[in-house]
């Protein structure tokens, strides 16, 4: 998502705004979303600098300027791909979709090669070209990064995180450097180190300029972090309230935002998931009406949603449920190649195992 000078300029005059008269409906729009943004003086030189093209607005200016000034959104057509960003944006989200649907193995490879395409195409760039190219690197690393560490390569996760982190910063995207944190945050929690995990999320948190859904995102991702530190249920409890709290009333998938599906129902499998590791019995009913509600091409969250249901069944002391779920998703698991389901699968069944023979 992106504006260009003329756009703003253009559309500037058409309402007979001044720069000054811009900036401050900037800030007012800005303040109503709990937005902080850059002192007047500063905005009013990086104003310029868009409006003669010579830069362009990150991905958080460039969706104010089009809420403020009235711009609509161009909508990315996948046949055409009009901007280098949308060519590079398409490619991305149709490895996220295959990842999505048939699990990280079907699309790992080519994932690992965009990612290496892109770097290749950064260093070759030059001019707004490069900040570009970087937006696009940072999403696609990030995916990269996700696929690795779900088929159980956490060293080469670890290093398309840390590609994704340089690409972002290279962007001036803090949207982009947020998501990277929080999941990388993930990754560590789930190897043994919650501590520096939950230490990343709150070095996420602290980076102004944060839209509301993604706020949402982050504290979901620190209370999913919490459960792993031990004795620390009230953290993972406030920092879901929290996201509860900031999710926006009328929030759905934001297409600036490709990169997280976060809205009520997303938000209620995540809780689901939570509470199933704090062992709270509101767990198994969260997650039953989510399964309703989930889309079916999200069929590795479906997946996983089955091992929650599991996990509850052995928090409730019904082993033969938890058994049951767990056979039913092992196949589904080997389908899907998820090392990372596999793991939490053969966990909850050892432990179902051990139950059953203390009885």
Same mark, same amino acid.
């Given at each position: 998502? &992106?504006?260009? !000078?003329?756009?703003?300029?253009? /559309?500037?005059? @058409? @309402?007979?705004?001044?720069?000054?008269?811009?900036?401050?409906?900037?800030?007012?729009?800005?303040?109503?979303?709990?937005?902080?943004?850059?002192?007047?003086?500063?905005?009013?030189?990086?104003?310029?600098?868009?409006?003669?093209?010579?830069?362009?607005?990150?991905?958080?200016? %460039?969706?104010?300027?089009?809420?403020?000034?009235?711009?609509?959104?161009?909508?990315?057509?996948?046949?055409? !791909?009009? =901007?280098?960003?949308?060519?590079?944006?398409?490619?991305?989200?149709?490895?996220?979709?295959?990842?999505?649907?048939?699990?990280?193995?079907?699309?790992?490879?080519? =994932?690992? /090669?965009?990612?290496?395409?892109?770097?290749?195409?950064?260093?070759?760039?030059?001019?707004?070209?490069?900040?570009?190219?970087?937006?696009?690197?940072?999403?696609?690393? /990030?995916? /990269?990064?996700?696929?690795?560490?779900?088929?159980?390569?956490?060293?080469?996760?670890?290093?398309?995180?840390?590609?994704?982190?340089? %690409?972002?910063?290279?962007?001036?995207?803090?949207?982009?450097?947020?998501? =990277?944190?929080?999941?990388?945050?993930?990754?560590?929690?789930?190897?043994?180190?919650?501590?520096?995990?939950?230490?990343?999320?709150?070095?996420?948190?602290?980076? #102004?300029?944060?839209?509301?859904?993604?706020?949402?995102?982050?504290?979901?991702?620190?209370?999913?972090?919490? =459960?792993?530190? #031990?004795?620390?249920?009230?953290?993972?409890?406030?920092?879901?309230?929290?996201?509860?709290?900031?999710? #926006?009333?009328?929030?759905? +998938?934001?297409?600036?935002?490709?990169?997280?599906?976060?809205?009520? &129902?997303?938000?209620? @499998?995540?809780?689901?998931?939570?509470?199933?590791?704090?062992?709270?019995?509101?767990?198994?009913?969260?997650? @039953?009406?989510?399964?309703?509600?989930?889309?079916?091409?999200?069929? *590795?969250?479906? +997946?996983?949603?089955?091992?929650?249901?599991?996990?509850?069944?052995?928090?409730?002391?019904?082993?033969?449920?938890?058994?049951?779920?767990?056979?039913?998703?092992?196949?589904?698991?080997?389908?899907?190649?998820?090392?990372?389901?596999? *793991? *939490?699968?053969?966990?909850?069944?050892?432990? &179902?195992?051990?139950?059953?023979?203390?009885?």
């Amino acid at each position: 998502m &992106t504006i260009d !000078g003329k756009e703003i300029r253009a /559309a500037r005059a @058409r @309402r007979g705004w001044s720069q000054a008269q811009l900036i401050a409906a900037l800030h007012a729009h800005a303040s109503q979303q709990g937005i902080a943004l850059m002192s007047p003086h500063s905005l009013r030189i990086a104003l310029s600098r868009w409006e003669n093209g010579r830069h362009a607005p990150d991905r958080l200016y %460039a969706r104010l300027l089009r809420q403020v000034l009235g711009v609509p959104s161009t909508t990315v057509d996948l046949a055409r !791909g009009d =901007t280098l960003f949308e060519v590079l944006l398409n490619h991305t989200n149709s490895l996220r979709m295959l990842d999505r649907r048939f699990g990280a193995p079907a699309a790992r490879l080519q =994932t690992a /090669a965009h990612v290496t395409a892109l770097d290749a195409m950064w260093h070759s760039s030059k001019g707004t070209d490069r900040s570009v190219i970087a937006r696009a690197q940072a999403d696609a690393a /990030a995916l /990269a990064a996700w696929q690795d560490f779900d088929v159980g390569d956490t060293a080469a996760a670890a290093a398309h995180y840390k590609e994704a982190r340089i %690409a972002a910063l290279r962007a001036e995207d803090p949207i982009l450097l947020v998501h =990277t944190l929080g999941e990388e945050a993930v990754m560590l929690a789930e190897t043994g180190q919650a501590e520096a995990a939950l230490a990343q999320v709150s070095q996420a948190e602290r980076i #102004p300029g944060l839209p509301p859904l993604l706020r949402s995102w982050l504290s979901a991702t620190g209370a999913q972090v919490a =459960t792993y530190c #031990p004795g620390d249920t009230s953290t993972a409890r406030e920092a879901l309230a929290a996201a509860e709290a900031l999710l #926006p009333t009328d929030s759905s +998938c934001d297409d600036e935002m490709p990169f997280i599906a976060h809205n009520e &129902t997303h938000l209620s @499998r995540w809780a689901g998931h939570i509470l199933a590791r704090l062992a709270d019995p509101a767990a198994a009913t969260l997650t @039953r009406h989510s399964m309703q509600v989930i889309p079916e091409d999200f069929v *590795r969250a479906r +997946c996983a949603q089955q091992l929650d249901l599991a996990q509850a069944a052995i928090n409730a002391g019904q082993r033969e449920e938890a058994m049951s779920l767990l056979s039913a998703t092992a196949d589904h698991i080997d389908d899907l190649g998820s090392g990372r389901l596999r *793991r *939490r699968h053969d966990s909850l069944q050892h432990r &179902t195992r051990k139950l059953l023979a203390a009885s």
